[in-house]
């Protein structure tokens, strides 16, 4: 039986991280599904759901703070989150899961299949992480590795999401899913734009679930800009589309959709 | 009184709301062991050598040579070993187990244990077993059943044909799904095995350890435990576990619990046969259906199994609703070195009915008809003799039915106008099907010859004694119902507990949407002969099946009345497709169902609720394939199940057609509801695309191939 330990704030939390190298649990929505073994028995397991640092949503300037142990249900609440964060986040499992899932684990899990990831990567945003020694600023694409690997190191905890804030983008998200709830995706599609003044000042394209990790490129989103063909702008995403066969779908199903979807949006 | 349709408080609900009722993995006892079972990882092998590490005191590990009697699970044929002697057949079956007072401790036992295997080629695919000439899984042929039959002059038809319509149709597994995995508890008292758990059929447990104990029925008890679902996945697969369990307890002199975790579960278990079924239909000038050709071949996997009934049930469903003087129907099902296929839900009609069904649309699409048009004109009608030479005495009201679906949905107009709104596409479809009830042909008087009891105690109180299993689908509630209406008592004085071997007799298994129409009447009769004796104190009172006057069924050559009753459907189903993804939205399932009398209306909601998701599901997202000889998609994360969010409300009517044969004119309904699902579904994927489809499950990934000519 794994022994639980429940830490009252982050200090105390990032203590017993350094010293008992617990599994570190939030809404355990992931955790709970992995199989039976897949952890040592004797490794205890750590709370931080409640974690009040860990639970902040504010806005500085034009910065987004969401803390990592929010849940998917909290931050929907939120009057402070713009509709084209929210537009993913809602297409996330279920009411339930949502209730218990955090946006942390989602990150920290690190699937390549994790709905709050495109929009992080389309957004520009920064991860902070913090441990007893103190804590460090990371942007989101340098914190994933690949599938379930991260930066984070031992001793660390994801403590908050920063993200930029800007009137004017016009988000679409195309969770492509097994059926409409409860499902991971089998590629998903985020896009910002936006249009002040009746022309496109700037473009984001982020797609999840068809590479280790999330593909965004900024070289090709300038050439949109720049308004090279938009067959040649899918040629430049075809290369860095590199999906995979797998349980829930086929590379070509995925890299093909992905293809599609980018066409009708970029027509459009 | 209230007229029998009106929904009562089902009988087995207050247990189950309040958490008070005790599945198999609820059960403790004094001394309990767990067990876990060794499985081939192999698809095909022979076994070299089994290295066991060192036992742990108190556990115990049981392979074939702790079977006294015979290591053959009895179903159709001997051909399947209850524990793996010297070879396997697929990944997952069983080779022994280990016995121990902590799970995680026997789990791990089993994980040290090594398997020496001898490779052997596998057969894999329906493809490899047809195309096999050698090496085979079963006896001297690639196939566990073949078998064939006509009706008419297919050769003088075929002269006579204008033109020719062909179609090959394959159509993948499907998994059960229940919510309950399989699981059993087994206990050696006094020289008398007390077996529990999960299950469809007590008494295809008791022959089972009959057989591999070589007991006397006096020392073999089998007790239902309530149960979460089976949808055929519980009628002959528990037997294995059942006798796994009984092996342990009797070596071990002490009880012993056998649950099966979801992956083990998916991995093990029978599943609903793959098939490929091609129709050639040869046509007159006018568009007249004259002749049929049609051959079926199922993936039975590993061992025999009840495929050989299944086989049946396919080919005398692959007719269809309708009326064509001359045919030729052959079907096969054939071994693989994967799980064994078995039991499930229609049993051989949802694959059925989806190829004919289709097929009926591919015609009208290169003839230029209209689909709906082109089955009605070849309708089956009262008096009409079924594909098999049965007579159909009852009416037949498939105008009346597909009418009433048709305007139900608005047919007509959604089908000549799609709605393209949004850049989606829209479609709708409809299929019109048939369910025969009860077991095939004359096996309800040769096979299973079904008996109820009825006692009545000195309070007044009156038991059911039948072996009908509560599997969710609310027979205890149903058949008490029965009782109560016949008796003119109210429902409370009736009581139906889970059936028990001690006492309840042999009223056949809980299967082939018989237990209303068979059991049904046989409690209804022995209600009959109880009232005429209700002044009595306490009592008991017997009925046994026979088989009515008039029937006949010629097993060898497939002639004569294949079931005792049909239930009929339409059903409708309306999609939106995205071209983009081919991703698609059910938008509305409409249905009209000729069941007979309902006789509880809630029940009769909740199956066709139910029946058509898991119908929508077999047609749509529910994607289980084999790499490898393993199945791929073995967790609830990967092997889709519909939610509430993907099935809108069912729109359904049942129509007024009583049952001669079945009590207070019902008939069966329990598969009726999922058989008609998948063919609607792609019709309506064809009149959203405008493109033929002939393949299940419909995936997007199959979609996007469709839409790209492929
Ligand atoms: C039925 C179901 C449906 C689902 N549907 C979706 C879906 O549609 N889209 C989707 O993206 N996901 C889905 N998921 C996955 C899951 O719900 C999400 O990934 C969720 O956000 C995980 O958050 P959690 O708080 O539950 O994580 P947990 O399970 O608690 O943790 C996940 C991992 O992150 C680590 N971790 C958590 N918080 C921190 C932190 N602050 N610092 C460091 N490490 C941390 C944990 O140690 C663990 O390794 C689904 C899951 C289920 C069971």
């Known amino acids: 039986m794994a022994v639980a330990v429940y830490p009252r704030n982050l200090a105390e939390a990032?203590?017993?991280?350094?010293?008992?190298?617990?599994?570190?649990?939030?809404?355990?929505?992931?955790?709970?599904?992995?199989?039976?073994?897949?952890?040592?028995?004797?490794?205890?397991?750590?709370?931080?759901?409640?974690?009040?640092?860990?639970?902040?949503?504010?806005r500085q300037g034009e910065e987004l703070r969401v803390g990592a142990a929010c849940t998917f249900t909290e931050l929907l609440a939120s009057p402070l989150l713009p509709d084209y964060l929210r537009v993913p986040l809602a297409q996330i499992a279920s009411p339930a899961i949502r209730n218990a899932a955090t946006i942390g684990g989602n990150l920290c899990n690190a699937s390549p299949a994790a709905d709050a990831l495109p929009m992080l990567y389309a957004l520009d945003a920064h991860f902070i992480l913090v441990s007893a020694a103190g804590e460090c600023r990371m942007p989101v694409r340098d914190f994933f590795l690949g599938p379930g690997k991260t930066m984070l190191a031992a001793g660390q905890l994801l403590a908050e999401i920063r993200i930029p804030i800007r009137e004017g983008w016009r988000c679409i998200y195309r969770k492509v899913g097994m059926r409409r709830a409860n499902s991971l995706s089998k590629l998903s599609f985020y896009a910002l734009s936006d249009c002040a003044g009746g022309r496109l000042q700037d473009i984001r394209i982020a797609f999840g679930a068809v590479a280790p990790t999330v593909v965004r490129s900024r070289e090709a989103e300038m050439k949109?800009?720049?308004?090279?063909?938009?067959?040649?702008?899918?040629?430049?995403?075809?290369?860095?589309?590199?999906?995979?066969?797998?349980?829930r779908s086929s590379s070509r199903y995925r890299r093909e959709a992905c293809i599609r979807l980018l066409k009708q949006y970029l027509q459009s | 009184m209230k007229p029998i349709t009106e929904a009562a408080n089902r009988l087995d609900f207050e247990d189950k709301i309040t958490g008070a009722a005790r599945y198999c993995a609820d059960i403790r006892m004094e001394g309990m062991l767990f067990a876990k079972t060794l499985r081939a990882t192999v698809a095909r092998a022979w076994i070299r050598a089994i290295h066991i590490p060192p036992l742990p005191s108190g556990m115990a590990v049981i392979d074939w040579r702790d079977i006294p009697g015979k290591n053959a699970v009895p179903i159709v044929t001997d051909d399947q070993p209850f524990l793996a002697e010297n070879c396997?057949?697929?990944?997952?079956?069983?080779?022994?187990?280990?016995?121990?007072?902590?799970?995680?401790?026997?789990?791990?036992?089993?994980?040290?244990?090594?398997?020496?295997?001898?490779?052997r080629k596998p057969i894999l695919t329906l493809e490899e077993a047809m195309g096999r000439d050698g090496d085979f899984i079963s006896g001297n042929q690639p196939w566990f059943a073949s078998y064939g039959y006509d009706k008419g002059d297919l050769e003088g038809a075929m002269r006579r044909a204008a033109r020719c319509v062909a179609d090959t149709f394959t159509t993948g597994y499907q998994e059960q799904a229940y919510l309950e995995p399989q699981g059993m508890v087994a206990s050696f008292e006094d020289g008398v095995i007390t077996v529990r758990g999960s299950m469809q059929c007590p008494y295809y447990i008791v022959d089972a350890l009959k057989n591999a104990l070589g007991w006397e029925t006096d020392r073999i008890r089998v007790i239902q435990l309530p149960t979460g679902g089976g949808f055929g996945g519980k009628e002959e697969y528990p037997s294995i576990p059942a006798v796994h369990a009984a092996l342990a307890a009797i070596k071990t002199g002490k009880p012993v619990q056998l649950v099966f975790d979801r992956k083990e579960d998916i991995l093990c278990t029978t599943k609903r046969h793959p098939s490929q079924i091609t129709i050639k239909s040869y046509l007159d000038a006018e568009g007249n259906i004259l002749a049929r050709d049609i051959d079926v071949a199922a993936d039975g996997g590993a061992y025999a199994g009840l495929s050989s009934v299944v086989l049946q049930r396919m080919i005398y469903s692959i007719g269809g609703v309708y009326r064509v003087e001359n045919l030729r129907i052959h079907g096969r099902v054939y071994a693989t070195n994967k799980a064994v296929s078995g039991a499930f839900r229609g049993f051989g009609g949802p694959q059925a009915f989806f190829a004919?069904?289709?097929?009926?649309?591919?015609?009208?699409?290169?003839?230029?008809?209209d689909s709906v048009q082109l089955r009605q004109r070849h309708f089956l009608r009262q008096e009409d003799s079924t594909s098999t030479g049965g007579h159909l005495r009852s009416p037949v009201p498939l105008h009346e039915m597909t009418d009433l679906a048709l305007r139900l949905s608005d047919y007509y107009r959604k089908r000549e106008q799609p709605n393209t709104d949004s850049g989606k596409l829209r479609g709708i479809g409809c299929s019109v099907f048939f369910h025969g009830c009860g077991f095939t042909g004359s096996g309800e008087q040769d096979l299973i010859r079904p008996r109820v009891r009825l006692r009545k105690d000195v309070d007044g109180i009156v038991h059911v004694l039948a072996s009908s299993a509560e599997i969710g689908q609310g027979a205890m509630t149903t058949l008490s119902k029965i009782v109560a209406r016949t008796l003119s008592i109210p429902l409370s004085q009736v009581r139906y507990e889970y059936p028990d071997t001690k006492v309840c007799p042999d009223s056949g298994p809980t299967v082939a949407s018989r237990s209303v129409l068979v059991v049904g009447k046989l409690l209804l009769q022995a209600g009959l002969e109880m009232k005429k004796r209700w002044s009595e104190k306490a009592f008991e009172t017997e009925a046994r099946f026979t088989y009515p006057k008039g029937f006949s069924w010629d097993k060898e050559n497939h002639q004569g009345d294949a079931y005792l009753e049909y239930s009929w459907g339409a059903n409708v189903v309306e999609v939106e497709l995205d071209p983009v993804t081919c991703d698609y939205k059910i938008k509305g399932v409409w249905a009209v169902y000729d069941a007979g009398t309902p006789i509880d209306k809630k029940i009769v909601a909740g199956q066709v609720e139910g029946g058509m998701a898991q119908g929508l599901g077999y047609g749509g997202m529910e994607n289980l394939e084999y790499a490898d000889g393993k199945p791929v998609q073995v967790s609830f994360t990967d092997y889709i199940l519909p939610t509430s969010l993907d099935l809108p409300p069912v729109t359904f009517r049942l129509v007024d057609n009583e049952s001669v044969l079945g009590p207070y004119g019902a008939r069966g309904l329990g598969e009726l509801t999922l058989v008609g699902a998948a063919p609607a579904l792609a019709a309506a994927i064809e009149n959203a695309t405008g493109r033929?489809?002939?393949?299940?499950?419909?995936?997007?990934?199959?979609?996007?191939?469709?839409m790209n000519g492929g």
């Not at chain 1, 008992?20 to 355990?28: H, K, R, T």
């Not at chain 2, 002939?694 to 990934?701: F, H, V």
């Open chain 2, 356 to 369: 004919m069904e289709t097929h009926m649309e591919h015609i009208a699409r290169q003839t230029g008809m």
């Open chain 2, 88 to 119: 396997v057949n697929y990944v997952g079956e069983p080779i022994l187990l280990a016995v121990g007072p902590d799970r995680a401790e026997t789990a791990s036992f089993i994980r040290q244990i090594v398997v020496e295997y001898e490779e």
């Open chain 1, 14 to 58: 990032l203590r017993i991280l350094e010293i008992q190298s617990p599994l570190v649990l939030a809404g355990g929505t992931d955790l709970m599904v992995k199989r039976a073994g897949t952890y040592p028995d004797e490794c205890p397991v750590m709370y931080i759901g409640n974690l009040p640092e860990l639970r902040q949503i504010s």
């Open chain 1, 224 to 247: 949109i800009l720049s308004g090279l063909p938009v067959e040649e702008i899918i040629l430049m995403y075809n290369g860095l589309i590199k999906p995979i066969d797998d349980a």
């Open chain 2, 692 to 706: 033929p489809v002939n393949r299940l499950p419909l995936t997007p990934e199959y979609l996007l191939e469709v």
